[in-house]
């Protein structure tokens, strides 16, 4: 009787703690809804971001400002600022992204270093400025470094392996057509382009002008194909989104932490400590802001810094990594940083 008794007691509470241990299926539902969520939004997250950023349709102009007496407004939308007779700014300050493209001439030929988004014809103005017969050379294939819609006489690409490998060769030269990763232009409801490539700039080659040349630096990290021009007889570097003042991009679908330390590392044994770095966009109110070898080394040592993880970041995705008082670098979370470096060798 005793132990009859003590076996039914033990039955009973072990299917009171069976009952007490089964989940409602409603939670459990919700639990891998939830799940399911969360990894699509961690694999779409750049399409998250970049729909976030912009509108699907170019920004409305902001006002014009005085841009001070250097400046010279070429219609109600460019504004060119002579660095020197041979090199001009080219400043969209009513642009949001208030780019900065250069007009960099030489006694044959000219190269136009980006063209913005095309919201406004840069290889129109830029043709207001010299009579020789301009190149158009992107620094990056973001969309709006690309002058979407150009059109260019003349365009020279940077010779990846990956961009080689997808030209398509027809009677009319080579073509590349962008793909989404490098172009993000729907944030601004640009479509996917195809570029026509004139010429291709092998990393480390020197590209004459007459009488002026410019070594094609590989300075990838924001994007995987970003290059700079650095002129060595002035000692100017044009560093399209590699650096400018202002938040660095390194956490889009292109962008690697470890290449951008390659990057730094490739500008910091290739310039001189008098370097005048122009970058491609600015945040200041009026002016062409130069940057200089510091810059870069500090660019370098808060890369380090991340790596080790010894410097403090702020806010959740991006992350916001200060660099010092003119930039501050944009990643990803720890976890999902990229420390790849996509050609070690360049
Ligand atoms: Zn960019």
Do not use: C
Not at 281 to 309: C, F, M, W, Y
Not at 311 to 326: D, H, S
Request: without cysteine.
């Amino acid at each position: 009787m005793t132990d009859s008794t003590a076996t039914n007691s033990t039955a009973t509470d072990s299917t009171a703690i069976a009952k007490k241990r089964r989940w409602p299926l409603w939670l459990l539902l919700a639990i891998v809804v939830l799940a399911a969520v969360a990894y699509v939004a961690v694999i779409k997250r750049h399409q998250l971001i970049i729909s976030s950023l912009g509108t699907g349709a170019p920004p409305a102009l902001l006002d014009a400002q005085n841009e001070g007496p250097d400046a010279r407004w070429l219609d109600d939308y460019f504004v060119v600022v002579a660095i020197d007779p041979q090199t001009f700014a080219i400043v969209e300050p009513r642009y949001e992204q208030q780019n900065i493209n250069y007009l960099i001439v030489g006694h044959d030929r000219a190269l136009l270093f980006d063209a913005g988004s095309g919201l406004r014809n840069v290889a129109a103005a830029a043709a207001t400025l010299t009579d020789k017969p301009i190149t158009f050379v992107p620094s990056h294939l973001h969309y709006d470094h690309i002058g979407n819609g150009g059109p260019f006489a003349r365009l020279a690409l940077v010779d990846l392996p990956h961009l080689r490998e997808r030209m398509v060769t027809s009677e009319n030269g080579d073509a590349l057509s962008l793909v989404w990763e490098e172009h993000l232009g729907s944030a601004e409801g640009y479509a996917l382009p195809t570029l026509k490539v004139d010429e291709w700039l092998a990393p480390n080659s020197v590209v004459s002008l007459g009488g002026r040349a410019l070594r094609v630096l590989y300075t990838p990290g924001h994007t995987d194909d970003s290059i700079s021009l650095y002129d060595t007889a002035r000692g100017y570097l044009f560093a399209g989104d590699f650096m400018y003042q202002g938040p660095l991009y390194a956490f889009l679908p292109n962008s690697s932490l470890g290449d951008y330390s390659q990057g730094a590392a490739t500008l910091l044994r290739s310039v001189p400590d008098d370097v005048k770095i122009f970058g491609a966009h600015r945040t200041g109110p009026q002016g062409v802001p130069i940057l200089n070898r510091e810059d870069i080394q500090a660019v370098s040592d808060t890369l380090i810094k991340i790596s080790n993880q010894t410097v403090e970041a702020q806010g959740r995705y991006p992350l916001t990594y200060p660099i010092n008082e003119r930039m501050q670098l944009l990643a990803e979370p720890r976890w999902l940083q990229n420390w790849e470096q996509r050609y070690p060798d360049l």
